[in-house]
């Protein structure tokens, strides 16, 4: 991205309905049940309907065996559960499907000494997820007793139990599947476990890195993994993470840049227990949600998918204290001091999510797009430009007659050549050059691209530019050639000059959504595929129209096609 000549930058806030309910540092079972109270007569009669009296002996046995010392404690306990749940099983059988998972002792000033032991269903040394005996033995005036046993006794059919992945394919699978991205990421929790999913009862294997609230869940017998949320929200701090930066870059009567609040999708929070840090991201919305009526928290523009970095002042950050409300809160970057290099940080992260977002919507899914990718504002150059190279973007400050660059277009046009390169490297410079810009005449659906880039009323390119394609200024791979008809800016063109052309002639048939629809249709999967000149990528698109594969006999849309192709000297390669 290239350009021209006078300096501008003024800004000014519009009206925003926004408010921010937010402290913040700016920087940049117990049951107890009464016995009812029986005469000596009364309870000598219910003591002689009792069917089978216990020898004082076996009595005296089970009592020192529920105590919690002796070594048969848990397995009595147990055997006594299983008997009260459900009366004329096979004891022996269902004791041997369960194992204890835990044991914990309470003891009070005001309170008997209790300990609760569950005991876990278990197929082939495999819990069952839910299928549990939940007990609770109370040391009472006559001694230890068990006075709770719940749970249900359930068969399990036949299930595999093996796994076909290793303990560390399934690590990284799930750290892939997650969006885990920490260079050295601590696992929270890794469990084999037998789940009803969706009424089949399954063996998976469940792994959940630390500060990540996305759990994989590893099938064991095909390896296949789905993920699930596992953040938790108890009707505590909900909210929304913005910063104040440029929608579409627009300046006002008077001359100033029009600024309003931005989602901040995705960004990286640390939440404070104590001085312990826990990381949670936001959603692709900008929204949070966390548990409690009150958290500290630190936010700075780095996120799942993008960090920013600054070259000339720091990059801003947030921290303080938030608290529950009727209703979501507001977090906002930018909010006290809009300067330009702050608005500029914004507008990078923001424009960058906001492309990001569109292509995952289309279904382009490379790896590279999940990794955190760095994004440069404020880059001091004596010209006016912006760049993508080695998977990153460079923004630069306002100078050399142009305003700052990391605004809207300029982000989608930068992140054009990212997406360029990663399906299958930046075969053609002037391809490559047109992708950005079509880009970004897709995303907001107007032809100017680098609108107000040189002062009020400029911009770098348009798609209503009649340019024609020559194939002798088309250089493949050149970069920055000395003479300027072969540029690729120049050469680019032709081609988003067709798709602008195209998108104009197929909306005269067509609905808005429709023709939007079809266009994208036509023309993405030129990228995926990789097209390797833009003559091709014409061709590509016409063929895709086409249901016979035949072009001399016209295409459904063959008119709109035609004609657009025809505006840019690029009809004589529908053959």
Known sequence: ?????????????????????????????????????ISKKQAHKKANRT????????????????????????????????????????????????????????????????????????????????????TMVMNTKTGYKLVMAEGELKEIPQIATKEILSQNESLEKARRATNEESVSPRVWKNKKIIRNIDGEYRTVREIQYRGNNQVAVIDAETGRVRVEDRSYSAGGIEGTVYGLGTQFFGINEDGNIEISPLRLPDLLMHVYEGEQANRMYLDQDGEFSIPRESARVRLDLTGRYFRVSDGSVRRQALSGTIEASDGPISVIFNKKDPTEARTAQINGYAHASLVRKYFVSKGFSKSQMNEVTPLRVNLNSTACNASYGGGGFRFYSAGSGCVNTAYDTVVYHEYGHFIDDVYGDIVNSALSEAWGDVIAVMLTEQPKVGQHFEGPGTALRSGTNLYKYDARFDCGRCFSPQDSRFDPHEVGKAFSGFVWKLKVNLSKTLSEEGSRKLLEELVLPSIKSNARSIPQAVKEIALRDDDDGNLSNGTRHWAAILSAAKTHGLDIYLK
């Open 1 to 37: 991205m290239s350009g021209g000549k006078r300096s501008l930058y003024a800004l000014a806030l519009i009206g925003l309905g926004v408010v921010a309910l937010v402290v913040v540092n700016q920087e940049s079972g117990e049951f107890v049940n009464q016995a009812p109270h």
């Open 51 to 134: 069917p089978a009296l216990k020898s004082k002996s076996a009595l005296m046995k089970e009592k020192i065996r529920l105590n919690p010392k002796h070594k048969e404690f848990e397995k009595t306990v147990l055997k006594e559960a299983v008997s009260q749940i459900s009366n004329g099983v096979d004891v022996e059988k269902w004791m041997a499907s369960f194992q204890m998972a835990s044991r914990v002792y309470e003891n009070g000033e005001f309170t008997q000494e209790q300990v609760y032991l569950d005991f876990v269903q278990h197929v082939e040394g495999v819990p069952v997820q839910d299928h549990v005996i939940h």
